[in-house]
């Protein structure tokens, strides 16, 4: 199972990214589904999660500005963030669950990416 994140990069506060983590398997087979992101010094925080029944999940500090879905006929999680502020500069990741949950802590998924760099300034 491959998980390949894109679509990061260098944006503007108040800017706009979509980012995409394309899957080696079909997204309507994960149980659960998430993004998460890691800054220099701090640990991997849960952005979101989305669960096969549609079910999404935010952390607080997305405040109504990000939104997870998924393209099942690609194949593709996605997350289109909007009003970027500095404190969102990280590394984002995609991650994959067996479990139906809704959890943001990295524990309880087991599958990753690799990762994608944001970087708002």
């Known amino acids: 199972v491959q998980l390949v994140e894109s679509g990061g990069g260098s944006v503007q506060s108040g800017g706009s990214l979509r980012l995409s983590c394309a899957a080696s398997?079909?997204?309507?087979?994960?149980?659960?589904m998430a993004w998460f992101r890691q800054s220099p010094g701090k640990g991997r925080e849960g952005v979101a999660t989305i669960r096969a029944d549609g079910r999404t999940t935010y952390a607080d500090f997305v405040n109504g500005r990000f939104t997870i879905s998924k393209d099942n006929a690609e194949n593709a999680l996605l997350l289109q963030m909007r009003n970027l502020n500095s404190e969102d500069t990280a590394k984002y990741y995609c991650?994959?669950?067996?479990?139906?949950?809704?959890?943001?802590?990295?524990?309880?998924?087991?599958?990753w990416g690799q990762g994608t760099q944001v970087t708002v300034s």
């Open positions: 398997r079909y997204t309507s087979q994960y149980f659960c």
């Open positions: 991650a994959a669950s067996p479990l139906f949950t809704s959890s943001l802590l990295s524990d309880a998924f087991t599958m």
